[in-house]
């Protein structure tokens, strides 16, 4: 069965600081990876996804993530935090096998201090 | 733009009541979602549906029941709610039935049972 692990439930970083939010994933096959986010009391937005080809995927609000299939792993990475930034994010992987839903992971909320 | 929305964005009910959680999308999408978003536990599938009519149990169907008898709305009903239902609903659609395409989410609807 699918699974996706965010190892870290909290971080906290200065504004300006870079940042990594780890995301590793349980999956048979070529998997579907997503990164959304949930600023307080919204839904989720979507920030990238990566489905094939070039490992490292541009988002928006300035993110990218990279895909390393050895590792199992689809981290996101932002050079430059914003206070703005402050939300929980969430990983999430699918595969296309049809009609199988996303399974999301627990998040990761970020802080963000001046 | 892309548009789910959904019925409450907080909602007060009792122990024993019937409650229905309406969601709407007008971008046509076959896929549909209901989860559940708990502190520490993330986002948990309760039902999704690809078409109209069509029903699939997810991660935590027990206490739950879901209607769609239009392409664009999905209900969820709790028959008899409990304190321990008391939470985060997000409503979520999606394009084809690969069901691996984005997800769009509405902003929740904060159920509290008393």
């Known amino acids: 069965a699918q699974s996706v692990t965010q190892p870290d439930i909290h971080i906290t970083v200065s504004e300006g600081a870079s940042l990594e939010l780890r995301c590793n994933y349980s999956y048979g096959a070529t998997p579907y990876l997503f990164w959304y986010v949930q600023s307080p009391g919204q839904g989720l937005q979507l920030l990238l996804k990566?489905?094939?080809?070039?490992?490292l995927v541009q988002g928006i609000k300035g993110f990218e993530a990279e895909f390393k299939r050895s590792q199992s792993s689809f981290n996101l990475r932002k050079p430059s935090v914003h206070w703005s930034d402050a939300a929980e994010y969430f990983c999430?992987?699918?595969?296309?096998?049809?009609?199988?839903?996303?399974?999301f992971g627990k998040g990761t909320r970020l802080s963000v201090i001046a | 733009d892309v548009k789910v929305t959904q019925s409450s964005r907080y909602l007060v009910k009792r122990t024993g009541e019937k409650v229905f959680l309406e969601c709407v999308q007008d971008m046509d999408h076959e896929n549909m979602f209901w989860y559940r978003q708990d502190p520490g536990l993330g986002l948990r599938l309760i039902y999704f549906?690809?078409?109209?009519?069509?029903?699939e149990k997810g991660d935590i169907p027990e206490g739950y029941s879901v209607s769609r008898e239009k392409k664009e709305r999905f209900s969820l009903i709790l028959e008899s709610a409990s304190t321990n239902q008391t939470s985060m609903y997000l409503c979520?659609?999606?394009?084809?039935?690969?069901?691996?395409?984005?997800?769009?989410f509405g902003p929740g609807t904060r159920l509290t049972v008393l």
């Open positions: 999430a992987v699918g595969g296309k096998r049809g009609n199988t839903p996303l399974v």
């Open positions: 979520a659609s999606s394009h084809r039935r690969a069901s691996t395409d984005t997800q769009y």
């Open positions: 990566y489905f094939s080809g070039d490992t």
């Open positions: 549906s690809y078409d109209v009519k069509m029903k």
